[in-house]
């Protein structure tokens, strides 16, 4: 059972390889990420709502030999929340000139993502963890490189594009290089990548060879969640890709970087890291700062969003500097919301873009006008990644500040209470200059008429902002659920008794 959704993902990429049809491939696209959303809900009920875990071993094959899938509560919650973006950026994606071009390839694509981001979230296993991100990753390119199908994309939006996607494959190469050299330190020390088995072992099997391998693993890990000093290629690459590839990776591929740090640091803490939170609290504030910098002094729509990745995916690495189970369990909640907030984010700078033919602020404005509903939208998920009340970014934030205040980590605290500020700024500086001045002269839509966005793009948009504002208005649905994942997830006892119960 926890194969299952790698498998569906998997038979759904298959069944779109043999489907050509421009007719039958957008429906195909559709009903499948909506399978995944229902089976993704399945495993929620499961695993939260009957507080079951999930356990499967390949081929019948026992840890470290076979390959092992777990699915507990935070891992139900993280496939689900995927499934959820997958189904509303497919939503949108039908709008996206870049799926006209060979639907059925563009399929394929989409459901192996899926099944790499399915299959990261529920293995159990270093090295399964390594081929889970790598299919993640091979996909993620040729999406990316997606656009440069679309014939009515300028030539100069194409070279950028070209310079972006090169930074985002050599960075990421560069990533899993590391990921698999501190794999083969590991086994070469230890015998196993397998989690549960890493939790066992003595501290006098410990080395500095488990360390460094330790290190190449937690670099590789921050590499691709965007911490510092490793985040280069994301504000490098997000600005020029597709926008409905972008969204999803902008909503997903961070966060998969996150959940591989939150399953490791257990294990590596029981190899006696300790060294990890010291260096995961300067990294944190660091790329808070830094993140936030970059925000406030770009022009462009889409580069500030980029950069707000980096600011707000500080704002969980203080959750894992701080370490204890209140603040995993913040950190979790602020995953949950922010995959969302920024997925709508670049889907609505989508939509701006294709109203206005750039994303560069100055020579937009008068979108409150022409497009209302547009700006409430924003205005809703802008407010929600600045933290405002009464909004789930105001929860995420507010629970992540507060552990750091009650573990004593006043420097944490600080840095993002000033880095919030700066994202309120940045968040009113799109306001003003997108929405609420007036159109420039050099703009050709004078009488403020509405421009029709595609019913896709609209249901997709609206989704997401009734989530994040619910989220806000009921906070307790999340936080009970956050809670028994993090108590999970920190019960190293019960996650090893329950995997040696199946093994027997």
Not at 204 to 224: D, E, N, P, R
């Amino acid at each position: 059972m926890a194969t299952y959704p790698v498998l569906l993902a998997l038979g759904l990429a298959v069944v779109s390889y043999l489907v050509h049809s421009l007719r039958l491939s957008p429906k195909l696209m559709v009903l499948g990420s909506f399978l995944q959303l229902l089976l993704a809900s399945w495993l929620v009920y499961l695993t939260v709502g009957s507080d079951q875990i999930l356990h499967t071993a390949l081929g019948g094959w026992s840890a470290p030999f076979g390959i092992s899938f777990y699915i507990d509560s935070f891992s139900a919650l993280m496939i689900w929340i995927s499934a959820l973006l997958f189904f509303v950026v497919h939503l949108y994606s039908l709008s996206s000139p870049e799926s006209t071009n060979h639907f059925w390839a563009h399929n394929v694509c989409w459901f192996t993502l899926g099944a790499g981001v399915f299959g990261a979230f529920s293995t159990n296993d270093l090295f399964n963890l390594f081929v889970w991100f790598e299919v993640l990753l091979l996909s993620s390119y040729v999406l990316f490189a997606w656009s440069f199908l679309d014939d009515s994309a300028p030539d100069s939006e194409k070279k950028e594009g070209r310079k972006g996607l090169i930074s985002y494959i050599i960075l990421n190469i560069l990533g899993s290089s590391v990921f698999l050299f501190g794999l083969a330190l590991l086994y070469s020390s230890t015998g196993t990548l397998n989690f549960a088995d890493l939790m066992t072992l003595e501290v006098s099997q410990t080395s500095s060879v488990v360390v460094i391998a330790g290190f190449c693993l937690v670099f590789a890990f921050s590499m691709k969640a965007g911490f510092f000093p490793l985040f280069n290629w994301l504000p490098a690459s997000y600005p020029f890709g597709p926008i409905s590839s972008v969204s999803l990776f902008a909503g997903l591929l961070t966060k998969v970087g996150i959940y591989a740090l939150a399953r490791f640091f257990l294990p590596l803490s029981a190899l006696q890291a300790d060294w990890i939170p010291v260096i995961m609290m300067v990294v944190a504030n660091l790329t808070m700062l830094l993140g936030v910098y970059g925000a406030a002094t770009h022009q462009s729509l889409r580069a500030i969003l980029s950069f707000h990745i980096v600011s707000q995916v500080g704002y969980m690495a203080l959750g894992f500097a701080v370490g204890t189970t209140a603040a995993i369990s913040a950190t979790i909640f602020y995953l949950l919301h922010h995959m969302v907030v920024k997925t709508n984010l670049f889907l609505i700078s989508g939509v701006i873009i294709k109203i206005r033919q750039t994303d560069e602020l100055k020579p937009l404005g008068g979108l409150m006008r022409t497009n209302p509903w547009l700006a409430a939208a924003f205005a809703i998920s802008a407010m929600s990644l600045a933290g405002l009340p009464p909004l789930s970014g105001f929860w995420a934030k507010f629970f992540v500040l507060y552990s750091a205040a009650q573990a004593g980590a006043y420097w944490g605290l600080g840095v993002g209470l000033f880095v919030g500020l700066f994202t309120v700024y940045s968040m009113l500086k799109i306001w003003n200059k997108v929405f609420l001045k007036e159109s420039p002269e050099n703009v050709a839509d004078k009488s403020h008429r509405p421009v029709q966005v595609p019913l896709t793009a609209t249901i997709a948009i609206l989704i997401l902002t009734l989530w994040t504002a619910g989220l806000g208005l009921y906070p307790a649905i999340l936080t009970h659920v956050s809670d028994l994942a993090a108590a999970q997830l920190m019960d190293t006892q019960n996650y090893l008794k329950t995997l040696t119960e199946v093994s027997k």
